[in-house]
């Protein structure tokens, strides 16, 4: 019998989650390893080789590690889960005019539920992966807030889980710094694993380049909505683009357009293929309307609570009133101009460190 029962742990082979792995099992915990194939690459198209989490050398790396510790490894096919749902939401979100954010999409939707699907299977008690943040329940509430170290703090990706899963899930990296975990991966044998890059990049999109993607999934894409036109804030026509789903709110660079000053996109309209664009100053927003909300820390969220809202991952926050609509929308004030909102990102409302909830910006 383990010390602390039963864990279902999501190993890509990377440092986070192989240090999460040997962590627990270090700690007592009956450790189970899992590695999810969520795409396929030989379908992808793509120039550049697999990378990230989802290639052979990954699933090997997590293998080798479970069976060096003496602990069971799987790898869960879950490719036909994930492409249905994450990447049809990508291309649509593109098509629509807004700019998707699929790694919260995946969260929420398909890696944790397959995790509590295989460990309520394997009778584990918890799930455990390699993000940074930190859980816990107050009031039979499971409240997710950010990790100690704030370059990595990953909760802004986190704010769609449901309660039922954030009880069970464990990050035990939530409470150390980036340098203490490569120091760790030193200290239990695997100095290269220490030394590892990480990948930013969509696993679906290996290459970073989401527009050729875009071509590769939808016939005729290109021929479809080239040579719509740019226009400034009034109206004014001042050249031709390859397509709105091929711009982004903020976007300065490949527009390849010369106005005598630095030029933005500053909103995208599908129904007319049509790309606004203008001065850095016209992407500054003081409100923001945000649908689909999940709740995390309270079952209500008061009306006028005061925030401190993320529009983006690496966003700093800003200080907002928080306003509750007939529409099921969460209508947010900002106290100061927020720079480059992009609807379909991830809103994320923060009370101090603890995630209020969330939600996806709305044009």
Not at 52 to 61: A, Y
Not at 105 to 133: E, P, Q, S, V
Request: with cysteine; aromatic share 10%.
């Amino acid at each position: 019998m383990s010390k602390h029962g039963k864990v279902l742990v999501a190993m890509s082979g990377g440092i986070d989650s192989t240090v999460t792995a040997l962590m627990l099992h270090e700690q007592g915990y009956e450790v189970v390893g899992i590695t999810m194939k969520t795409w396929d690459y030989a379908s992808a198209g793509a120039s550049k080789k697999e990378t990230g989490c989802c290639n052979l050398d990954s699933f090997n790396d997590a293998r080798a590690a479970a069976v060096h510790h003496g602990f069971p490894h799987f790898i869960l096919d879950i490719r036909d889960e994930f492409g249905d749902f994450v990447i049809n939401n990508f291309v649509d979100e593109y098509l629509a005019g807004r700019t998707p954010n699929p790694c919260v999409l995946c969260n929420t939707h398909i890696k944790w539920r397959a995790l509590m699907k295989r460990a309520d299977a394997m009778d584990c008690a918890f799930i455990a992966t390699g993000h940074y943040g930190r859980i816990r329940v107050e009031n039979d509430r499971g409240i997710i807030s950010k990790g100690v170290d704030e370059t990595k703090d990953q909760s802004y990706v986190l704010w769609g889980l449901d309660q039922d899963v954030i009880k069970r899930t464990l990050l035990p990296l939530g409470g150390y710094r980036k340098t203490e975990i490569r120091q760790m991966a030193f200290d239990f044998g695997y100095p290269e694993l220490a030394k590892k890059a990480e990948s930013y990049e969509i696993c679906f999109v290996p290459d970073n380049d989401y527009r050729g993607f875009l071509k590769r999934k939808v016939d005729g894409l290109e021929e479809r909505v080239n040579g719509g036109n740019f226009v400034l804030a009034d109206g004014t026509i001042v050249g031709k683009h390859k397509g709105y789903p091929f711009y982004t709110i903020g976007q300065r660079k490949g527009l390849d357009i010369a106005l005598g000053r630095p030029i933005f996109v500053t909103e995208i309209i599908p129904e007319t293929n049509t790309v606004v664009l203008g001065d850095e100053v016209e992407l500054n927003r003081s409100e923001m309307n945000v649908g689909g909300i999940n709740l995390v820390k309270y079952d209500h969220l008061p009306e006028g609570m005061e925030s401190v809202v993320k529009v983006r991952y690496k966003d700093k926050g800003t200080l907002a009133i928080l306003y509750n609509s007939e529409d099921g929308l969460v209508k947010v004030h900002f106290y100061d101009q927020v720079k480059g909102i992009a609807p379909g990102q991830s809103a994320v409302f923060y009370e101090g460190d603890d995630v209020l909830g969330g939600g996806i910006i709305r044009r």
